[in-house]
Nanobody, 114 residues
Framework: QVQLVESGGGLVQPGGSLRLSCVVS????????MDWYRQAPGKQRELVAT???????EYPDSVKGRFTISRDNARNTVYLQMNSLKLEDTAVYYC????????WGQGTQVTVSS
């Protein structure tokens, strides 16, 4: 079956950086777009980055210039490089495979705190 496994979350100080990874198994990877979402306590899940099969990327204004999504089709992996992290970036981060009705990982916690 299709599985998505995120890693790379953790505790970081404001202004710091983290790189999240998401490995996809059980599915063709290279032909599908991928997203990263996040959900903070008491808030709705929000889209933070999208990458298409040919590498086109999109970001909301809240993370533009600070987050970078990339993919390695040989490793069935999508990454989210997060720089200049802010307190408000604290959330559980999920990767999403845009295939069929969509597939989600289990999430990885990112906590930005001094």
């Amino acid at each position: 079956q299709v599985q998505l496994v995120e890693s790379g979350g953790g505790l970081v100080q404001p202004g710091g950086s983290l790189r999240l990874s998401c490995v996809v198994s059980g599915s063709i990877f290279s032909i599908f777009a991928m997203d990263w979402y996040r959900q903070a306590p008491g808030k709705q899940r929000e889209l933070v980055a999208t990458i298409t099969s040919d590498g086109y990327t999109e970001y909301p204004d809240s993370v533009k210039g600070r987050f970078t999504i990339s993919r390695d089709n040989a490793r069935n992996t999508v990454y989210l490089q997060m720089n200049s992290l802010k307190l408000e970036d604290t959330a559980v981060y999920y990767c999403h495979l845009k295939r069929d009705l969509g597939y989600w990982g289990q999430g990885t916690q990112v906590t930005v705190s001094s």
